[in-house]
């Protein structure tokens, strides 16, 4: 039980929990406010958005009237959240979910809050306050037969009051109160509407549904055939992925928000509710490693589709596969100051040879798993690795966005594009007439790397050709097939990584960004991979209970962390540290069940 506690307004990143449908999500703070929610999409403008502007933002809250403590946790096995609040005349539990039929979406959204007493009575409010398109459109509230409703544009929300008082407007916003005692259930629904006619569900209905969507989590959950460590953990990665991942197209975000900062005051704020190329290639292993493969079979087509869009392959793309990302600065607050709050991601228009790598790696992990690709795919792969023929030696961007350079990282995952390529080709599973040069090219990358990336004075591979910088996404080579995970200049690597960048459990990117952002979160989860694929099981296992120690209540991860408070900094939960999470877990199992 805990008090929760927000500081200028703003609650602990931490302290968010989600909850999502596959097309929107919310993320709910311990004191039971809504403070984020995009609509009809997560990449659409916002509606809650008090998480980047404390006094103005939208909210969507329901809590006691009096003092409370807190507890919280995810309905076992389900995306469904429920938080526990105690106060000094009793006690009661609030079920929070985005709802589906089944898990097929509804023609609108539907956010349902269930109250139910445990003991005493309790006097609850509620408020509604909706800021549209971040503000710039005004809203306009009503109430007709004793439903609210806010309108704006072709948008409408409105809010059912089953026992949870008689709602009134103040302007554009909402509110109720109502007394929670023994023997009863009351409902609180948010349904939002665009440009469809408001068709308001009973009761029963919504009741109904809210059951369906718990059963429909925990059959997706119990369906997971992971028996490993980490049980818990690795289930409540898939479910969060689940929630990340687009459910009519299969594109993967990156996380549901924008904007929450690297550094508390800094200007590293960005928006990534898009699909990054780079997570959808962890995503292929991680989630064939516990046997998912319809969506990986989705993600795969998602990706292969949006890269053949434009003549580079582009590091992201929305979730519909476009690629452009209109760019533009919001003029609010942002967390805790933290501005620029943007819309967009200029990081679009970089080389990054990496996510040639990824695409090859993604489609290379899908046949592993004893699946094929259907021609058009099979093409795809094929031409991808002639792209890489014509550009690996390029400058490019790198998988951190940082300035044109030759990164070491770049090249590697270059040379794991056509080492998966040339055994694509072998199984027939890709066309081979590119496969001569794809050999050729290969080898030239590997002689480049050895000669130029790495430095007898750092015993490591090196950010880039000529740097003495160090870069913690090297720990991926292992995991690619470029390195042996026990060879000499590997093991010397990782242990300079972990001397140089690590703080306890905590790893930063780089040594040239270190300072000014807190650990990147899915590096330290790298480097237990690269100590399980060596053997080094003690130690795997050592570091990933460090860091399921960080997590937050739920168990959520955001991108980064600071490495003294544990406070999480950047955007979540984060779908990159989520699935490398699952990744180091099971190469811990497999590294166990081997040395057996």
């Known amino acids: 039980m805990r ?40 990449d659409a403008p916002p509606v809650l958005w008090r998480l980047l ?32 609040f105690s106060t000094s005349s009793g006690t009661v539990k609030v079920t929070d979910g985005l709802l589906t039929d089944g898990g097929a979406l509804l023609p609108w959204t539907e956010l349902v809050r269930k109250i139910e007493t445990i003991e005493g009575e309790v006097e609850l409010e509620w408020r509604l306050e ?6 710039q459109v005004e809203a306009k509230a009503s109430i007709r037969e004793d ?35 023994r023997g009863e259930a009351w409902l609180l629904a948010l349904l939002y509407f665009h440009d469809i006619p408001y068709g308001l569900p009973p009761r029963a209905e919504l009741e109904g549904r809210l059951s369906r969507t718990r059963t429909y989590w925990q059959t997706y959950a119990r369906e997971i055939p992971y028996d490993g460590p980490w049980r818990g953990a690795v289930r409540r990665s898939v479910l969060a992925q689940r929630m990340l991942t687009h459910s009519r197209t299969g594109a993967i975000a990156a996380a549901p928000t924008t904007s929450l900062p690297e550094r508390i005051g800094g200007d590293r704020n960005w928006d990534y509710r898009f699909s990054w190329v780079r997570d959808t290639s962890l995503a292929l292993e991680s989630l064939l490693a516990v046997r998912l493969s319809v969506e990986c079979e989705r993600s795969l087509a998602w990706v292969l589709e949006a890269s053949g869009r434009g003549d580079l392959m582009q590091p992201m793309y929305t979730l519909h596969g476009e690629p452009d990302l209109p760019r533009e600065d919001v003029d ?29 790696d993604a489609a290379f992990r899908f046949c592993e798993a004893g699946h094929f690709l259907d021609p058009a795919s099979a093409k795809r792969v094929a031409e991808l690795a002639d792209d890489v023929c014509e550009l690996w030696q390029r400058e490019d961007a790198g998988i951190w966005e940082l300035d044109p350079r030759p990164y070491t990282q770049s090249k590697m995952a270059c040379w794991a594009a056509l080492d998966h390529a040339l055994d694509l080709a072998d199984k027939d ?13 290969r080898e030239a990358i590997r002689e480049w790397v050895e000669s130029n990336c790495w430095s007898d004075d750092r015993q490591a591979y090196v950010m880039c050709a000529g740097s003495r910088e160090l870069d913690a996404s090297v720990l991926l080579a292992a995991r690619w097939g470029y390195a ?39 590096c330290s989860f790298w480097l237990v991979d690269a100590y399980a694929r060596a053997g080094r099981t003690g130690e795997a296992r050592e570091l990933m209970e460090e860091l399921l ?28 540290t989520h699935l490398s999470l699952i990744l180091a877990a099971v190469s811990v199992m497999r590294a166990e069940r081997n040395a057996i």
């Open 429 to 441: 599973r890709i066309p081979a007439d590119g496969a001569k040069r794809w050999r050729q090219e």
């Open 3 to 42: 008090t929760p506690e927000r500081q200028s307004g703003y609650a602990p990143i931490a302290d968010y929990a989600a909850i999502g449908d596959g097309r929107c999500l919310a993320l709910v703070a311990p004191d039971g406010a809504i403070d984020w929610l995009c609509l009809p999409e997560l």
């Open 53 to 84: 502007h404390a006094n103005g933002g939208g909210f969507f809250v329901l809590q006691p009237r009096e003092d409370f403590g807190v507890e919280r946790r995810y309905t076992d096995d389900s995306n469904l959240l429920e938080t526990v």
């Open 549 to 576: 120690d960080a997590g937050s209540d739920v168990g959520l991860f955001a991108e980064q962390i600071d490495p003294d408070s544990r406070a999480f900094l950047g955007n979540t939960p984060q779908a990159l």
């Open 484 to 522: 042996d995970p026990n060879g000499e200049r590997f093991s010397a690597t990782v242990e300079t990584l972990r001397r140089e960048l690590a703080v306890g459990p905590f790893m930063y990117r780089t040594t040239e960004l270190r300072g000014q952002e807190g650990c990147f979160l899915a």
């Open 130 to 135: 909706a800021r549209p398109r971040w503000g």
């Open 147 to 181: 439903v609210a409703f806010v309108e704006w544009e072709d948008d409408a929300i409105a809010i059912l009051t089953y026992g949870c008082g008689k709602p009134r407007t103040h302007g554009a916003d909402v509110s109720g109160r109502f007394t929670a005692g």
């Open 332 to 360: 609010v607050e942002g967390y805790l100051g933290s501005k620029p709050v943007r819309v967009g991601n200029d990081a679009q228009d970089q080389l990054q040879l990496g996510c040639y790598g990824d695409v090859v």
